[in-house]
């Protein structure tokens, strides 16, 4: 074989060689855009055991939807407050959970080395709600509700 044929030989496994590594790298990226738009599309939603506080959370964990029946406005506000933050932060796990879905058949698989930064994770227990305050609430008469009072956080 000549010095041209061989050259020739060598060139043509060189382009397979490049063609094969094109595809896997342009495989690989498809592969993270899909799971980066599966991951940005998740979600996680969470009702109180009686069904009466629904809350919706995006990828992020970010509140998206509260439904409030309203046997749940005739509890004290306060226990329904912390009732509202335990539902939303099981959403939000929940919604960390199908992020972490996304990602690790890829971590399996050595497509990422680890998955995107998550929220951290919520407290093992929802916080407990304080007591019922034994001072009058202030009343709204056009709502004949509480009203919100200038008090620091």
Known sequence: MNSSEELNRRAAQLTE???HLYSRVHRRNETLRAARERAIAATGEASSPDGSVRVSVDAGGMLTGLELAPSALGQDPRRLAALV???AQEAAGRARAAVRDVYTP???EGVVREAPVLLPEPPTRPPTPPPPSSRPQPRDADFDGPVMRDEGW
Do not use: P, S, T
């Open 17 to 19: 060689q490049a063609a």
């Open 85 to 87: 933050v335990g539902i």
């Open 106 to 108: 890829l971590q399996n």
